[in-house]
């Protein structure tokens, strides 16, 4: 498995912006989709937002208006930048790659204070 480091996590005001990145260690090839989850306390892990090697993106309908998801295709890279940040952003936030195979990184923890 080829790690995936994440950083930008943090504690935050609501109201406030965090971006987050995630780097693959290793080159990968074949990467169609990269994208960001997370995970709140008690809840299950679920997609915030995905972009496609094409450039198509996805979001959750919560996050709509407020995150953008770019990539560097050429640099392994995935941002997500997180803006008018709440507290029900809270969670684990995970970054994902999928090719011939799905990657996860480790999570960077985002803890928005109200």
């Known amino acids: 498995q080829v790690p995936l480091v994440e950083s930008g996590g943090g504690l935050v005001q609501a109201g406030g912006s965090l971006r987050l990145s995630c780097t693959a260690s290793?080159?990968?090839?074949?990467?169609?989709?990269m994208g960001w989850y997370r995970q709140a306390p008690g809840k299950q892990r679920e997609l915030v937002a995905a972009?496609?090697?094409?450039?198509?993106?996805n979001y959750a309908d919560s996050v709509k208006g407020r995150f953008t998801i770019s990539r560097d295709s050429a640099k392994n890279t995935v941002y997500l930048q997180m803006n008018s940040l709440k507290s029900e952003d809270t969670a684990v936030y995970y970054c994902?790659?999928?090719?011939?195979?799905?990657?996860w990184g480790q999570g960077t923890q985002v803890t928005v204070s109200s």
């Open positions: 994902q790659m999928r090719g011939y195979s799905t990657y």
């Open positions: 290793a080159r990968l090839f074949a990467i169609n989709s």
């Open positions: 972009i496609t090697s094409g450039g198509s993106t």
